[in-house]
């Protein structure tokens, strides 16, 4: 069953602009992470954030945790034409090798 | 490193045929996972593997499905017979439990088509 669920399904933006994707789970979790895929390609790995973490940075992106809201955000700051892609949140519960549960995912489209 | 490898990249196959999925781990990891994506179910975990042991296979669709890690280096997934259902990408990832914050390595993926 898709523990997390993604939110817009689908957003459109400018470059330069910041793009927000949420995500929210059911039950209790170890660890979330956040992963990107090009079209016709692989997942990649952006960032994982630990249920005791509320913030963490990584270049131009930044995410939240909100354990009491299951819930939790990916800001992409200054977006770019190359940021074009599906993004997926994943939520883990055993450690941050147990198996991960994907969402369906938000498609990013973003404009020059 | 040359990253997660799988073969093939696209596999189309008549129903009733065994299918044969490969997948080469990155070097030093200790897990290995495979998922299947497809439009109306997403990605779902079909099994995963530590130290080269099933750990879940709660995943694996049904009887018709098996997977293998007879080394550190190599992993099979097999559909045998195969139906147009199995049509789907099929993914295989690794990772490092001490490089656990660096997360999942994922294959490009073979994209497989039953007819």
């Known amino acids: 069953s898709q523990q997390g669920e993604e939110d817009p399904q689908a957003l459109s933006i400018q470059e330069g602009e910041n793009a927000t994707m949420n995500c929210s789970y059911k039950?209790?979790?170890?660890?979330l992470q956040w992963y990107r895929q090009n079209s016709g390609r692989g997942l990649v790995h952006l960032i994982l954030?630990?249920?005791?973490?509320r913030e963490k940075h990584s270049g131009r992106l930044r995410v939240t945790l909100d354990t009491s809201k299951k819930s939790s955000s990916l800001l992409i700051t200054a977006s770019r034409a190359a940021d074009t892609a599906s993004y997926f949140c994943?939520?883990?519960?055993?450690?941050?090798?147990?198996?991960?549960?994907f969402g369906k995912g938000i498609t990013l489209s973003v404009r020059p | 490193d040359a990253g997660v490898i799988q073969s093939p990249r696209h596999e189309v196959t008549e129903m009733g045929q065994e299918v044969t999925l490969r997948c080469k781990p990155i070097?030093?990891?200790?897990?290995l996972f495979w998922y299947r994506q497809t439009m109306m179910r997403g990605l779902e975990l079909l099994i995963y593997f530590n130290n080269n042991v099933p750990i879940d296979d709660s995943g694996m669709p049904e009887d018709r499905f098996s997977a293998k890690m007879p080394n550190a280096s190599f992993s099979t997934l097999k559909i045998q017979p195969s139906e147009p259902r199995d049509s789907a990408v099929y993914f295989c990832?690794?990772?490092?439990?001490?490089?656990?914050?660096?997360?999942?390595?994922f294959g490009s993926g073979t994209r497989l088509t039953v007819v």
């Open positions: 994943a939520t883990g519960y055993a450690g941050a090798n147990s198996k991960l549960t």
């Open positions: 039950t209790s979790i170890n660890n």
């Open positions: 990832a690794s990772s490092s439990q001490d490089r656990a914050d660096y997360g999942y390595t």
């Open positions: 070097s030093g990891h200790d897990y």
């Open positions: 954030i630990r249920s005791n973490e």
